[in-house]
């Protein structure tokens, strides 16, 4: 067990549809990095914050936002979803800085139908 | 850019053999971390071994050891003794270090399967 959690486990939608997944840090881990793990484009970075702060933003679409509150947890809002919007969505923390190590949470199934 | 790339999309090890699996990378940048990451069939990712670009020695983690070679700028993770439990994906990773953000950069992965 990483310390990371995230809710939901798995969630099924319909295409249009809008999502919001969670993720709370590891306690005491101010970054908060998610990923989206699918088929066609492997894992790939979404987006940083840094104790509410965005810090480095990857290949997420406009339909996607992210913020980090007050607490450090974490949500990963996705709107108008579309089939290829299915994936695996991982949630990671650290202390941030030059903290080499992530740990990541077990990750939200999302499937679009 | 940085791109890692592992060219081997599935490989198989005799259980109490030793494995290697390949990660080549490319940066322009002089300094940066590599990582291998374990991702069993249950989904969770987890983390094995870090390496950074001036570590004069290459990594150790248990069973686990990175072969560095910077001019040639590969990683490769080494296995030993594999176990029946060792079967998952397995994934290089690279990030700029030190930096604000922290990143990662993954390869496509390679399932490794070990056969009993």
């Known amino acids: 067990d990483s310390g990371v959690t995230q809710t939901p486990k798995h969630l099924i939608t319909a295409t249009g549809q809008r999502v919001t997944l969670r993720c709370s840090p590891r306690?005491?881990?101010?970054?908060v990095y998610w990923y989206q793990q699918s088929l066609d484009q492997g894992l790939q970075f979404l987006i940083q914050?840094?104790?509410?702060?965005?810090?480095a933003k990857g290949n997420i679409l406009e339909r996607f936002s992210a913020q980090q509150f007050p607490d450090l947890h974490s949500e990963l809002n996705l709107s108008s979803l579309e089939l290829g919007d299915s994936a695996l969505y991982f949630c990671a923390s650290n202390p941030g800085q030059i903290y080499n190590e992530q740990f990541f949470g077990p990750g939200t199934r999302l499937t679009v139908l | 850019a940085q791109k890692i790339t592992q060219t081997q999309p599935g490989m198989f090890v005799q259980e109490k053999e030793a494995v290697t699996l390949d990660c080549t990378y490319d940066t322009s940048d002089q300094s940066y971390g590599l990582f291998w990451y374990k991702q069993p069939s249950s989904g969770e990712m987890i983390f094995l071994i870090y390496q950074g670009s001036y570590d004069e020695q290459n990594a150790t983690e248990g069973r686990y050891s990175l072969n560095f070679q910077k001019a040639r700028k590969s990683a490769n993770l080494v296995i030993s003794a594999s176990q029946l439990g060792d079967s998952a994906m397995y994934f290089c990773?690279?990030?700029?270090?030190?930096?604000?953000?922290?990143?990662?950069?993954f390869g496509q992965g390679t399932t490794l399967q070990v056969k009993p």
């Open positions: 306690s005491g881990d101010l970054s």
């Open positions: 990773a690279m990030r700029r270090a030190p930096s604000n953000t922290g990143k990662l950069i």
């Open positions: 914050y840094y104790n509410g702060e965005e810090r």
